[in-house]
């Protein structure tokens, strides 16, 4: 049964969990029919198809006695669990903005989530009108950046993903950018007016349309730190969706400028973190699954800082 389960998920996903999770990630992709039954009971729901484009969490569709239907998801088992801190967020949230957290399993690593329709993300939205997207994602995030809560134990702390990055230095990663980085890093973060509780990965395809409210972000981070990381998040992945634009500088230079005026941040600020953000992202990629790392990292030039 387990192995007939295994041949349903798309290769990415297994080569992601194994990679990421080793012998670990092995047992728990055999395992997982029996969380999901287990999740099944206790919930009083039944598991349905998964997310065709499963890539770092096991998601599927999910239905109640009633018929009314939600979204389940099962975080991998990695040292630091990051499905804590995605559930300690959205129960902050309590849907203003979000997609709202139903039910929540420490144990087992998994959340059970309102299930946002129509659920078209930014990319496919505004396919035409690209600015808007733009328009669309300062609105969000103005929206969901929360104070900083008095329990902060289960969000990830924006310090310690760049406190990884220091080990860069030791490794045959660029260390020109991973030092640009952190200087840069070093410098922006000391401002605490613009420290906020943060979705940690907020772009596109995590922000959809929906009915109770026009737009809700899905499978936030949970994260502690400047809003200019948010910023940066949308920001280099605007820049992969127009990469094709021949117009694409301008482009960019327009949205740093708006996101710039909307959280009254001077615009190389903005180019600042976006720098950052890509850095870190493409550590990451070297660190986790090194045989993917290419030279793409020489893209973050595109900022100009």
């Known amino acids: 049964m387990n192995k007939e389960f295994r041949a349903t998920l798309p290769r990415k996903f297994v080569e992601n969990t194994i990679s990421l999770c080793g012998d670990k990630g092995d047992k728990w992709l055999d395992d997982l029919p029996n969380i999901l039954a287990e999740l099944e009971s206790k919930w009083t729901i039944k598991a349905a198809g998964h997310f065709r484009n499963l890539s770092y969490n096991y998601v599927a569709n999910a239905v109640f006695p009633d018929g009314k239907t939600a979204v389940i998801k099962v ?69 969901i950046i929360r104070p900083i809560p008095e329990e902060t134990a289960d969000f990830v702390m924006l310090d310690d993903w760049f ?43 995590n922000i959809l349309t929906a009915t109770r409210e026009p737009f809700l972000v899905i499978d936030p981070k949970g994260m502690i730190g400047h809003v200019g990381y948010d910023i940066g998040v949308f920001l280099n992945n605007h820049r992969d969706w127009l990469d094709w634009d021949t117009r694409l500088v301008g482009k960019l ?10 959280f009254d941040l001077e615009e190389n600020v903005i180019r600042k973190w976006a720098y950052c953000q890509m850095v870190l992202s493409w550590w990451w990629l070297f660190d986790e699954m090194p045989d993917m790392f290419g030279d793409e990292l020489g893209l973050s030039d595109v900022w100009n800082v």
């Open 253 to 262: 230079d327009r949205a740093v400028a708006d996101f710039a005026a909307a």
């Open 75 to 143: 975080g991998l088992p990695l040292t630091d669990v990051e499905i804590y801190g995605e559930a300690a967020y959205l129960r902050e949230l309590d849907g203003r903005g979000a997609a709202r957290l139903l039910n929540f399993d420490r144990d087992r690593q998994a959340v059970l989530l309102e299930r946002v329709v129509p659920g078209a993300n930014l990319r496919s939205t505004f396919k035409k009108d690209q600015p808007k997207a733009v328009d669309t994602a300062i609105k969000v995030l103005k929206l």
């Open 163 to 205: 406190d990884g990055l220091k080990r860069a230095s030791e490794m045959a990663f660029p260390k020109e950018f991973a030092e640009k980085a952190l200087a840069f890093y070093a410098e922006l973060s000391t401002d605490a007016s613009n420290t906020f509780l943060l979705h940690g990965d907020f772009h596109h395809d």
